[in-house]
């Protein structure tokens, strides 16, 4: 059984490949009625699944575990899962990442799977991304790709609440200290464009400077407040009507957040740990259990 797809990353064709391969595997060896020990890292065999779509799913999110090199649970040697034991392979929950940079790829990777779906140019973004994964930040170097050194950069410019003035100084100086031929941008602008397809799109929706109304449904075509007849527009000193909005309200779309919250298997069950996984016994256990 071929096994060098779940070395390569979970975006590659030849991942999805072997997952389709070893899917296909596993059901010419599954009994009717049977559920599949799941080989991913998060449930290392010590769960199984219903269904291959379950299967599929916690694959690409969680990758397949390195340590079961023998897999004894999926039809190479013996297939009797029931008459081994769950103890011989407890070692595969804890799966080893390797060095930092690989466990910065495997954070890379989820990040990927939450934004294909929502892109905000389309697929070219999503390719540049993916060319931004695998560039060294410089020559020779093996440690940091230039998206992952520019990741840890802007979030360290969230812990420290640097200013896009004094964040961009700090990339031009980083920029000339590193070897020539680094990609590191140099600007905040630069970094924010790089990392726009990672984020949540936005809707501007203008609103009365009072807080009366929203432009938009009804209100969609009108220049003033139909409550407080406050001008929707901002006007000049010398009276003159801008199409500058007085004010501005951002909505993030709730199907995108969503979407997004859920696109981790991890993170899915636990926002669904109330509805489905905890202990409905008709005692007052939880927070959630009462009426109120």
């Not at 080989?39 to 290392?44: I, T």
């Not at 941008?185 to 990392?195: I, V």
């Amino acid at each position: 059984m071929d096994k060098s797809w779940i070395s390569h990353k979970r975006t590659t064709p030849e991942f999805r490949q072997g997952v389709e391969e070893f899917i296909r595997i596993v059901l010419t060896h599954k009994k009717e009625g049977e559920k599949i020990c799941c080989p991913c890292k998060s449930c290392g065999n010590m769960r199984k699944v219903s269904t291959e779509y379950e299967l599929r799913a916690h694959i690409f999110w969680n990758g397949v575990s390195k340590n079961y090199t023998d897999w004894i649970w999926h039809g190479e040697g013996e297939t009797g899962t029931e008459n081994h034991s769950y103890e011989d392979h407890a070692e595969d929950l804890n799966t080893h990442h390797g060095n930092e940079n690989e466990v910065l790829d495997e954070v890379f990777d989820e990040m990927l799977h939450g934004t294909e779906d929502n892109l905000t140019e389309g697929p070219p973004d999503y390719e540049i991304l993916l060319t931004d994964a695998e560039t060294p930040l410089y020559p020779g170097c093996s440690k940091y790709t230039r998206l992952i050194g520019v990741l840890e950069l802007f979030e360290l410019k969230a812990e420290a609440g640097w200013t896009d003035y004094h964040y961009s100084k700090l990339l031009v100086k980083l920029k000339d200290i590193f070897p020539e031929g680094n990609t590191l941008p140099s600007s905040t602008y630069e970094t924010k464009k790089m990392l726009c397809p990672m984020g949540l799109d936005a809707e501007k929706i203008h609103a009365c400077p009072n807080d009366c109304v929203l432009y938009r449904k009804d209100y969609n075509d009108l220049h003033e407040c139909p409550t407080c007849g406050t001008l929707r527009y901002k006007v000049k000193s010398n009276g003159e009507n801008t199409n500058e909005p007085a004010k501005v309200m951002w909505y993030l779309p709730v199907v995108p957040r969503l979407k997004r919250l859920f696109a981790n298997a991890k993170d899915a069950e636990n926002l669904t740990w109330h509805a489905d996984g905890r202990n409905k016994d008709g005692m007052l256990r939880h927070a959630a259990d009462s009426p109120q």
